[in-house]
């Protein structure tokens, strides 16, 4: 009778296309169980192919049927269902993993084939306009500098969607991160961009965390960046941050004295591409917080800003203390 | 003594610009270009159209990421697995920003990484320490 199923099996499978991922998998647990739910549990196990269902998980679920469900046909109609299911999970796993290499294709082409002519147009009306600086007009003199700012910025668009895009698929690093010393960093980091600036610093202690060290620089350069940016038309800027835990998650805010902006845009605040200011009033690409929002969200955290226009912004970041 | 460095870029509005700055960052040295991987292994190795060359390593490989035939890091991994080319020092330059790439590169043993555009200090700075890091791997 095992061999019977097996050969029924086999053919079912050649003549499906392998679609519903019988294998030959299924002679072990016919050996072991008995055919019929061998048999199936074998199809189950054929059918969840390169999905996560470990050995272990097949045995729990094939125990748990065999001790709560008594009746062989109604397990035999449970042994058919999680089998389509499962073959329908493995296609849909590979249709993502197959769009999931087509954006990384996507990705890799943009990284270097269209930076390159942005590269070019940069660099040689760089040269042109220290070559025929004396040649040119006011007017000439403007058009060249608009090329070189415009090829830089989208240089750095390009850049900053391509972080943006790299940062769902970026393997995740798990390891306690101190938020003090990547404050400090990050506060190095941005000392020649508040050079001659009247800038005060008000630290207070912050918590460490659970998290990927890396990303959450990252979300800790552009809340500082920002708040130095925004902060740019005060004669005195000040930006404090904190911390502190409670109720199972760690608390930290960044707060400054700038621009702030209007509450009712908020919820537009975190989009990619969104800015509420003017880029004659603020420089900027509009993404640096939608990748702070990604990063966070990948640490199941949360992050949230308060403010008024002309009376600053508080970022506000909530992260599980046992992520 | 000159220092030579052999520049591999196949794109020749990329291989003016390199030449500019290497004016800048590296002067009195002399460049050579080629275009791909396989003219960097042709030159190397005195084969093809530089069989006839005088023969001596370059100091350093500026290497470009994307090239036709051999890429940068297909060559940088023959070099380094040759022992008779394996301790020249080699830069990539290149715009390719995938981090793919750049962990490939430090993986296979490239002296540095730049990502264009790069000034003409930063090109000194990495030629710089790619030199002496390189020296420091020869004198035990």
Same mark, same amino acid.
């Given at each position: ?16 296309? *392998?679609? *519903?991922?019988?294998?030959?998998? *299924? ?16 199809? /189950? ?22 001790? !709560? ?17 499962? @073959? ?19 990705? *890799? ?12 147009? #940069? ?28 090829? @830089? !910025?989208? /240089? ?5 969607? /391509? ?14 991160? #101190? ?34 060290? @890396? ?27 904190? =911390?502190?835990?409670? #109720?199972? #998650? ?51 955290? !949360?992050?949230?800003?308060? =403010? ?16 | ?28 040295? &002399? ?16 084969? +093809? ?6 023969? +001596?390593?370059?100091?350093? &490989? ?25 301790? &020249? ?13 750049? %962990? ?7 002296? +540095?990484? %730049? ?26």
């Amino acid at each position: 009778m095992a061999m019977v199923s097996i050969a029924v099996l086999g053919w079912i499978d050649y003549l499906t296309g *392998y679609e *519903y991922g019988f294998s030959l998998f *299924y002679l072990i647990p016919i050996v072991i169980i008995g055919w019929t739910d061998g048999a199936m549990a074998g199809t /189950l196990t054929g059918a969840a192919g390169s999905i996560a269902w470990s050995t272990a998980d097949y045995f729990l679920f094939h125990t748990l049927l065999q001790v !709560t469900v008594w009746n062989g046909f109604t397990r035999l109609a449970i042994y058919v269902a999680m089998g389509v299911l499962m @073959a329908r999970l493995r296609a849909e796993r590979e249709r993502l993993q197959n769009a999931n290499s087509e954006l990384e294709a996507f990705s *890799y082409s943009v990284s270097h084939d269209l930076r390159s002519p942005l590269i070019h147009i #940069n660099s040689f009306a760089s040269k042109l306009q220290k070559q025929a600086a004396s040649r040119l007009d006011e007017d000439s003199t403007r058009y060249v500098g608009t090329i070189i700012d415009s090829a @830089a !910025t989208a /240089l750095k668009l390009i850049d900053d969607l /391509l972080e943006f895009s790299h940062l769902g698929r970026r393997e995740f690093h798990r390891s306690d991160v #101190n938020l003090n010393e990547i404050v400090a960093g990050v506060r190095q980091q941005l000392e020649q961009e508040i050079d001659g600036r009247n800038v005060s610093w008000n630290v207070h202690p912050l918590p460490t965390v659970r998290g990927d060290p @890396a990303m959450l620089r990252i979300v800790m350069l552009n809340l500082l960046a920002n708040a130095v940016k925004y902060t740019s038309r005060e004669e005195a800027a000040v930006i404090e941050i904190g =911390g502190h835990e409670a #109720n199972g #998650n760690h608390f930290v805010f960044v707060r400054d004295n700038g621009a702030g902006f209007n509450p009712e845009y908020a919820a537009k605040l975190f989009r990619v591409f969104e800015r509420l200011h003017d880029q004659r009033e603020f420089e900027g690409s509009g993404i640096g917080l939608a990748i702070a929002h990604r990063i966070i969200s990948r640490h199941h955290g !949360t992050i949230r800003a308060e =403010g008024q226009p002309g009376k600053g912004a508080t970022f506000h970041i909530s992260l599980p203390a046992t992520s | 003594m000159t220092e030579h460095i052999l520049l591999a870029e196949d794109n020749p509005r990329d291989v003016e610009i390199t030449l500019d700055l290497l004016a800048s960052a590296r002067p009195g040295s &002399i460049v050579t270009v080629v275009h791909n991987g396989e003219e960097v292994l042709d030159f190397l190795l005195l084969k +093809g159209d530089f069989r006839l060359r005088k023969p +001596g390593h370059p100091t350093l &490989i500026l290497l470009d990421v994307k090239m036709p035939k051999i890429t940068g890091l297909e060559l940088l991994a023959r070099l380094r697995s040759d022992p008779a080319i394996a301790a &020249i020092a080699v830069v990539i330059l290149s715009s390719s920003r995938h981090e793919k790439d750049m %962990l490939e590169a430090h993986d296979l043993g490239a002296d +540095g990484y %730049l990502l264009k555009p790069v000034t003409a200090e930063r090109l000194a700075g990495a030629i710089e320490l790619a030199l002496r890091e390189r020296d420091g791997k020869r004198t035990p």
